[in-house]
């Protein structure tokens, strides 16, 4: 007798309701993904096709067995490295497999704590620089502050002084169109047909390509110029394979620096953007984070060490990501058979993980909705582990992290101890794109005497 794999999964949504609801679903999920959580359970099901099933979970154990236990048997989903990669290229963001191990090993260097402290000098003088712009004593638009002063970190710690401020605007402004565009093509798959026949496609994919011929030009300027410049170019124009001794090729280094780009400023703008109004809608907290700021600057000169001593200011951040994670959802596809949470999957399974919904679920979090920094000091930070996933986790957990950790804290301490933080908006509103990102959220900067 054949043979038979018998396969199980949870409760499966109605594929009608799902279409009757796709435009709203497309345009913010988080409410429905809570709905179907509080219907179904931890993690449901969608069937895609007679063997093709969508799984969505907020269950710790799932997380961690995908991310971490079984990494080996779970990719990043061909919604990812299809999509992404066709205007974002083939960099760690968009790659699996023996590629994404070798690029991973030859940029990582780049990203290790004694080269990030070599940039934190740049680093701050650009925050600095940025937050004297802020407009005072009037409600304003807390994102646009947070994009560009997340931006220029990016750019000036990659180029430093070898692009224009017109050069940058441009490059982010097609970064924006081109991640607005992905979102539709990836939540809205039935509609590919008309977003090919009106020219959409080929008006991103040109974008995209404007962006790459832009980071060309860079890059080859500073090959001829040969000097030396201390940034991040300078760094990945330096790594060398193991076996051959090669460096990347100009298409590698263009690819890694796109992924820089996207991975690297929107997530840490939407994050300095939701701790922001999270202070002011908060004064007890930003308070204290005004006086440890102020202490820990009367104590040390060195960013570094300041960095260091700015635990309460670094707890705050962590507090702000777990209620908005900018990372809000990842997906994995299984290679194989498997077992997850009790359920006999098979291979090629869509598996999405919303963290969103995991940092606030109710049997992992005391009083998850409200903002207390203190769950991330001392003891109590143990019980976020296994729960907490800002930058993912495992073998692709961000590379970027440390990197993105020095420039919060400086930007959220520099911020708070030179302006006073209010706002009026009592709910945030939020569009979950690739990145969860903050919707008309007016924050009015006060300055300090």
């Avoid at 054949?2 to 709203?24: D, G, Q």
């Avoid at 913010?28 to 959580?37: Q, T």
């Avoid at 949470?341 to 963290?355: M, N, P, Q």
């Avoid at 000091?377 to 957990?397: D, Q, T």
Wanted: net charge positive; glycine share 4%.
């Amino acid at each position: 007798m054949p043979n038979t794999k018998k396969y199980n999964y949870p409760k499966s949504l109605s594929i009608l309701k799902f279409f009757w609801n796709a435009e709203a679903i497309r345009k913010n999920p988080i409410p429905f993904h809570r709905r179907f959580f509080d219907k179904h359970g931890d993690t449901f099901a969608f069937r895609l096709s007679r063997k093709k099933y969508l799984l969505l979970s907020r269950d710790k154990e799932v997380v961690e067995h995908i991310l971490r236990k079984n990494h080996k048997n779970y990719y990043k989903s061909k919604l990812q490295t299809h999509f992404l990669s066709k205007y974002l290229g083939h960099g760690l963001l968009t790659v699996n497999g023996e590629y994404w191990l070798q690029q991973r090993r030859l940029i990582q260097p780049a990203f290790r704590k004694h080269k990030m402290e070599q940039l934190v000098g740049l680093m701050q003088a650009t925050i600095e620089a940025e937050l004297a712009q802020v407009s005072k004593e009037r409600e304003t638009d807390v994102f646009p502050i947070m994009n560009r002063l997340a931006f220029q970190v990016v750019a000036k710690s990659l180029f430093h002084l070898s692009a224009t401020e017109e050069t940058l605007e441009r490059l982010q402004y097609i970064i924006q169109q081109v991640q607005e565009f992905l979102v539709k093509e990836v939540r809205l798959p039935h509609k590919g047909w008309w977003f090919k026949l009106s020219g959409q496609v080929k008006r991103h994919l040109e974008l995209s390509q404007e962006s790459r011929d832009i980071l060309q030009e860079i890059i080859e300027e500073r090959k001829r110029s040969q000097e030396n410049h201390d940034d991040l170019l300078d760094m990945l124009l330096a790594t060398r394979y193991e076996d051959t001794g090669e460096p990347m090729s100009l298409k590698q280094l263009i690819d890694e620096i796109t992924i820089l780009f996207v991975a690297g400023h929107e997530t840490t703008a939407n994050a300095l953007s939701f701790t922001a109004w999270l202070l002011a809608k908060h004064p007890e907290v930003q308070q204290k984070v005004y006086e440890e700021a102020s202490k820990v600057a009367q104590q040390a000169s060195n960013p570094i060490e300041q960095i260091q001593q700015l635990e309460y200011t670094k707890a705050v951040i962590d507090e702000s990501m777990r209620l908005y994670p900018p990372a809000w959802i990842t997906d994995r596809e299984n290679l194989e058979d498997d077992t997850l949470a009790g359920y006999h999957i098979r291979k090629d399974t869509l598996v999405g993980v919303s963290f969103y919904e995991l940092h606030r679920h109710p049997d992992y979090w005391e009083a998850p909705l409200l903002f207390k920094p203190e769950r991330f000091l001392g003891e109590n930070k143990k019980k976020s582990a296994g729960v907490y996933y800002p930058f993912g986790a495992g073998p692709r957990l961000c590379i970027g992290l440390g990197f993105a950790i020095y420039e919060m804290v400086l930007a959220v301490s520099h911020l708070v101890q030179n302006y006073s933080l209010t706002t009026q908006e009592e709910v945030i509103k939020v569009n979950p794109l690739i990145t969860l990102k903050p919707v008309d959220v007016t924050v009015t900067f006060k300055p300090r005497s």
